[in-house]
Structure formats: C-alpha cells, structure tokens
C-alpha cells in the first residue's frame, strides 16, 4: 500500500470535507499517480493521517465506489477499480514561460568549469575518542536499514540472465526506476509527472549542478536562502555566478527580498529553495509565499530549484505537497536523493523538471560520467515495487520520532531554554539556542570535553559574524538510548 498524499486545502472553495477527500483522490487516479488495482489506505489510516474523522474518510470512499474509481475487497481492503469510468490518463498542465530559459540551456556549453573545493570546517573531520556522542547531521540510522531485503534485490540483478545490469545504459537512468520515481512522487508529493521529466543523478549534488551550469552564465545572478546550503552556494560560486541572499524568517524564504532585487535591476536566473524544510533553521515554507515566489518566477522568468533532501521525515501535521506539486508554470526543477532515507553511499539522486531541460542535462552529463550505475539502479527499481521503499519510510519516520521525543523530553526537563519555539515538525536536525551565559564557541567546547559533537553552522549566514548564537544537532544516527544520553550530557553542560 502506497504512502498517499490527500490535499484537502487547495480543493474547491465551499466544498464539504468529505467531497474535498474525494475529488484530490479521483484526481490522482485520473493522472495516474494512483494505478488500476492498487490499493488504497484503510479510512482508519487515512482518517488518522488526515486528522478528520473516520466516518468523513468513509463518506468519501463510498462516493468513488458509486462513481466506479475504487473497489472493496471483501476481507482485503480498497483498491483502485480495474475498469474506471474515465479513460484519460494523460492530464498535464500547460507549461509557461520557458522559451528563453529553454534556449539559454540548448545554448550552453557543455564544458564544465574549473571546480574548487571548499572546505567548510576542517576541525569537524577530526575523529572523536571512544564514548564520544558524534550528533552527526543528515545522518541516517544505517543499522535499522532492511539489509537483508537489499542484499536479495542486488543479488537478483547479478543473476545470469541479467548480465546485462553489468553493461552501459542510458544517460538518463534506467527506466524502471525513473517510472517508479515518478509514480512514488506523485502519490507521496503531489508531483505530476513521467518517466521523461526524471533523470537520475549521483547524488543530488550532481542534479544541482548539472540545472546551474546549463541555465547561468558567469556572472548572471543567483537567489539563495540566507541562511541556506551551502552545497547549493558553492556549486554556484563555481560557476561564477553572482549571489543574492534571501532572507529567512519563521515562514521561510521571504518574497518581498526577492522583489526589491527584481526593482533594483536583478535579473536572476534561479532561485535555490529548501521549502520543506530550510536548511539549516528547518522551519517550512509557508503556503502564501510558496504561491507567490512561484508567481515571482512565472512573471520574470527563472526557475526555482526545489532542493527536497529531507520531506519525507515529516513528524507532526498533515504531509505537504511539494512546491513542484503546486506548479502551474513549469518553473519548477525538484532535486531529490536516496542518500537519506536510504543510505549515503548509495549516491542515487533524481531530477524532476521540463522535458527539454532533462534531455539538455543529459547531453552535458555525457561529457562527466556517461551514466548512472546500473546495478544499484536496477535493485532500487524493485525495492520500490515491491513496496519495501515505502514500508521502510513508515518504520524511519516512527524510530526517528522516537528519538526527537527523547532529545526533546531531556532537553524540555532541564534545559527547556535551548529548544526552538516552535519546534520544526519534521527534518532530521534540530537547531538549539546557546545558553545565554555562553557564546557559541564556549558552549560548542563544553559540549565537546563532555563527550558530545555538536554542529556550528554561522557559516550558513552570508555574515557568520551577525548570525544568531544557535548550534545544530541531528537526533537520527544514534541509538534511543544514546540519543538520550548525549541529550543528558548538553543538558549537564549547558546549565
């Protein structure tokens, strides 16, 4: 049973709930993001899910059932009818302003640049002693990940009649997996699209790249978040791209910054954006201003770069729809990576974006690493069709908010000033106040001779020197247990 996302608030004005329920699940049956014969979420689930009651959910199944879009099985639960009253599986929006953006990328060298490495904060390589708590970010807990299940889908891609997983594919990635992307976004994302909007990357680093370098010249002008990746900044210094920071506050990245560099004569080609859940505060974008930097970038003609690293981890609060869900330009280029919710050395990351910005990456891609690896492609492809993908997202999200509520609960008992107000309700960090008896530096060292690694990311600000004296730490690589404890230790030190 796939992960579902219902959107009840963009749905039809005066709607009743349960006619709001029903119409986002006949859409996405219609766009065929939910396929002939799967099977739906029990109305217990959804209804818990969705926060409504459960009677609401069942008012709205009954209605597709009547209307011949879904199918009890007695004993088995709701499927997706086999025969649907509708044939048209094809429903696409129409896609604006990309002419000139289009030509710029046909136009573009596909000779990359110089790249320089920068290194951000060398001291944090430095291995820690034993019983140090290293509260690493982004870092997924690799011991819960279902290696036995991984080990038979590799393995069965090294079987004899499928030597051919051994030998050269496609530029754009094996399509098995691209189809089976573009399937789980739309059902998980809200995403309309195919196999052909999908590119497979290494890594998302590589995709972010790979959109830069065909759609900014050198000194053209780039918006980013500020604070924001700084993956996504170096990539575009590489490219000698002129950088215009976008202030950050409790609702995300800020329009209004965006309009006064338009009026003062800006003429950006991207916007990077982390909406889900901002890198580093993890607050998330709110919805007017999702509509209105995407209305920003229709009327002046760039491109948003959606870099989703971390929304499947959503702990509290109904599922988002991605802003590429939301998209009715086509100005939106949505990178994503299996690194997280998979493992990192996996190096698997997918573009999502216009046709003709896909093939123009695919003929720059030729000149750096030809292709994709094939094997992992073909083992992660039937992982996710045999629904593994998903049932292991169901088990991270469930372990990883364990372990927020158990940094949480130590932190909120002896420390309650260091916790961020609200907290984020999702994401794989948290970013903590410094005790006000304490600078940044002071409380990083404390944490450290107390056995704990915490994470100073001031360098994330366009000015390190003005940011906020906050640290960062991730709660998803440790133990319960150990989470608790290096919770334990900061509380200890810090007070």
């Known amino acids: 049973m796939p992960d579902l996302l219902v959107d009840i608030d963009s749905a ?71 025969e649907l009253p509708q044939a048209s599986f094809s429903v696409r929006r129409a896609r604006q302003n990309q002419r000139p953006l289009r030509r710029v990328a046909l136009a573009n060298t596909p000779t990359p640049p110089d790249f320089y490495r920068r290194v951000l904060q060398p001291d944090d390589n430095k291995p820690f ?32 009649a499928r030597r051919n997983r051994m030998n050269y594919g496609s530029a754009y990635g094996m399509q098995e997996l691209r189809e089976a992307i573009a399937a789980y976004l739309g059902r998980a994302r809200g995403i309309d699209c195919t196999h052909r909007n999908v590119l497979i990357t290494s890594g998302s680093q590589q995709g972010l790249w790979l959109a830069a ?10 918006l980013v978040e500020d604070p924001g990746y700084l993956g996504a900044r170096s990539s575009f210094e590489a490219l000698h791209a002129k950088l215009l920071p976008v202030p950050v506050d409790g609702e995300g990245a800020n329009p209004a910054a965006v309009v006064r560099a338009i009026n003062r004569g ?96 695919v003929g720059l891609r030729w000149h750096i690493d030809f292709m994709p690896p094939m094997l992992e492609s073909a083992a992660l492809a039937q992982f996710i069709a045999e629904g593994h993908f998903e049932r292991h997202l169901r088990r991270m999200r469930t372990l990883y908010a364990d372990k927020r509520d158990a940094l949480v609960g ?60 906050t640290l960062t730490i991730g709660f998803t690589a440790l133990p319960v247990r150990q989470v608790t404890e290096a919770a334990e230790r900061l509380a200890g030190a810090w007070a």
């Open 266 to 361: 800006a003429k950006p080609k991207l916007l990077h954006l982390t909406p889900s859940h901002q890198y580093p505060t993890g607050v998330s974008l709110s919805a007017g201003r999702r509509m209105e930097l995407l209305e920003l970038a229709a009327r002046h003609g760039f491109m948003i770069v959606e870099d989703d690293y971390d929304s499947e981890f959503r702990y509290e609060g109904r599922p988002l729809r991605a802003l590429a869900g939301i998209d009715q330009h086509g100005v939106v280029i949505y990178v994503g990576s299996f690194s997280k919710v998979m493992y990192p050395s996996l190096r698997v990351g997918y573009v999502v974006a216009p046709h003709w910005l896909i093939d123009a990456m």
């Open 129 to 160: 002693k034993a019983g140090y708590l290293d509260l690493r970010l982004g870092a997924p807990d690799v011991d819960a990940f279902p290696l036995r299940n991984w080990r038979r889908m590799v393995g069965n891609q090294l079987l004899v």
């Open 410 to 469: 130590v932190l909120r008992r002896k420390l309650p000033a260091v916790l961020p107000d609200p907290l984020p309700p999702g994401g794989m960090k948290l970013v903590l106040h410094v005790p006000r008896h304490l600078t940044r530096q002071q409380a990083k060292e404390k944490a450290e001779h107390a056995g704990v690694r915490v994470y100073d990311q001031s360098v994330c600000h366009f000015d390190p020197a003005g940011a906020p004296e």
């Open 12 to 82: 039809r004005d005066g709607a009743p709930l349960y006619q709001r329920i029903a119409d986002s699940i006949r859409a996405d049956v219609l766009a065929g993001r939910l396929r002939r014969g799967e099977r739906v979420p029990s109305t217990r689930t959804l209804a818990r899910e969705l926060r409504v009651n459960r009677n609401t959910v069942a008012q709205a199944y009954d209605q597709l059932i009547a209307e011949g879009f879904l199918a009890g099985r007695h004993g088995s639960g709701t499927y997706v009818a086999d």
């Open 213 to 222: 370098s065909l759609l900014v010249d050198k000194g053209e002008e780039v």
